[in-house]
């Protein structure tokens, strides 16, 4: 049988902003087991980087995006699995189209649902790529 060689994949990741707040929920999901993670997946064929993240958004938490802007981008392989996987993640800032609005958990197999987390107490144990951006200074906000 042929083997499919594994190929890097693309990911949108949001930082989902609120007052001082950011939006984490714990994973369910072999990568980052029980980790707390930014909403977030797979770029799907021909989607904008917007259209993913807000996709997404809706599909994990319910939420509508709003204005996002792009942050960063981070190219990473993960060993920690026994398949390896290797992942160019594009790192957008948003908030929602309604501040009011509040996170479901319409995926409990992938998360154990979401929360606002103050950025200056942020839960423990973070996911390793968020956790690397954080102890490197990175900070999601403006700066106004
Ligand atoms: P999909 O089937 O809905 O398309 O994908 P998903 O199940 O929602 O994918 P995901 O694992 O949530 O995100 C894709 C990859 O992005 C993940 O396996 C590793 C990488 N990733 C990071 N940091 C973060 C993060 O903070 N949150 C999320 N969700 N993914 C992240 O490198
Ligand atoms: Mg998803
Ligand atoms: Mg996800």
Same mark, same amino acid.
């Given at each position: $049988?042929?083997?499919?060689? =594994?190929?890097? *994949?693309?990911?949108?990741? !949001?930082?989902?902003?609120? %007052?001082?707040?950011?939006? /984490?929920? *714990?994973r369910?999901?072999s ?6 993670? !930014? =909403?977030?997946?797979? /770029? ?8 993913? %993240?807000a ?7 319910? !939420? ?7 942050l960063?981008?981070?190219? #990473?392989?993960?060993?920690? #699995?026994?398949? =390896? ?18 996170? @479901?958990n319409?995926?409990?197999? #992938?998360?154990? %649902? ?7 107490? !942020?839960? @423990? ?7 690397? $951006?954080? *102890?490197?200074?990175?900070? =999601?906000?403006?700066?106004?």
């Amino acid at each position: $049988m042929e083997e499919t060689q =594994p190929v890097p *994949r693309v990911g949108v990741v !949001l930082f989902v902003l609120k %007052g001082k707040s950011v939006l /984490l929920g *714990r994973r369910r999901a072999s990568i980052g087991e029980s980790t707390f993670a !930014l =909403p977030g997946g797979h /770029l799907e064929f021909g989607e904008s980087f917007e259209e993913c %993240g807000a996709r997404e958004l809706m599909e994990e938490t319910g !939420l509508e995006m709003g204005k996002a802007d792009f942050l960063t981008v981070t190219n #990473k392989v993960f060993l920690e #699995k026994s398949k =390896p996987c290797h992942y160019v993640i594009i790192f957008l800032r948003a908030v929602l189209a309604d501040p009011n609005q509040v996170p @479901q958990n319409p995926e409990p197999d #992938k998360c154990d %649902g979401w929360d606002w987390y103050d950025w200056d107490n !942020l839960p @423990q144990p973070l996911f390793s790529t968020l956790d690397e $951006m954080v *102890r490197s200074g990175f900070n =999601p906000f403006p700066s106004t």
